[in-house]
């Protein structure tokens, strides 16, 4: 990884790559919730499961520094 020190790599006062692990488990805890409106609104389900699938990637693409992890995100997102 490139040096964390670096301004750079900056982002909210933080290190990209970790402000992109948070913002990916918000994503993880949000579809999650939405599993709960998919109860009441049933056409709801595929979208809510198509982005748990996509915020799990992006967080296994980061982690694992596979950046090819992050391409179903960019088309989705």
């Not at 109860?39 to 694992?64: C, D």
Request: charged share 10%; aromatic share 16%; glycine share 6%.
């Amino acid at each position: 990884m490139a040096d964390q020190k670096n301004e750079r790599y900056q982002c909210c006062c933080g290190h990209i790559t970790t402000i992109a692990k948070f913002v990916a488990i918000i994503g993880i805890v949000s579809s999650g919730f939405s599993f709960i409106t998919a109860i009441f609104y049933w056409y709801y389900l595929p979208f809510s499961i198509a982005l748990l699938i996509v915020y799990i990637l992006v967080f296994t693409g980061i982690s694992k520094h596979r950046p090819s992890f992050l391409l179903p995100a960019k088309i989705i997102l």
